[in-house]
């Protein structure tokens, strides 16, 4: 009995990470980076065409 329980969580768990992965190839692509605008607190305003690097 115990035998049969854990080869039914197993199968379970299987479908599930086999739904996951299923889902996570269906996400759309990241789509290409935009230009951010930025106003400081002096209202001056930069415009950066990719995200900022530290």
Do not use: H, W, Y
Request: net charge positive; charged share 15%.
């Amino acid at each position: 009995m115990i035998r049969n329980t854990m080869k039914k969580i197993t199968q379970f768990l299987l479908i599930i990470t086999l739904l996951a992965a299923l889902l996570a190839g269906c996400a759309p692509a990241a789509s290409a980076p935009q230009a951010i605008t930025l106003t400081d607190g002096l209202g001056r305003t930069v415009t950066l065409d990719q995200p900022a690097e530290r």
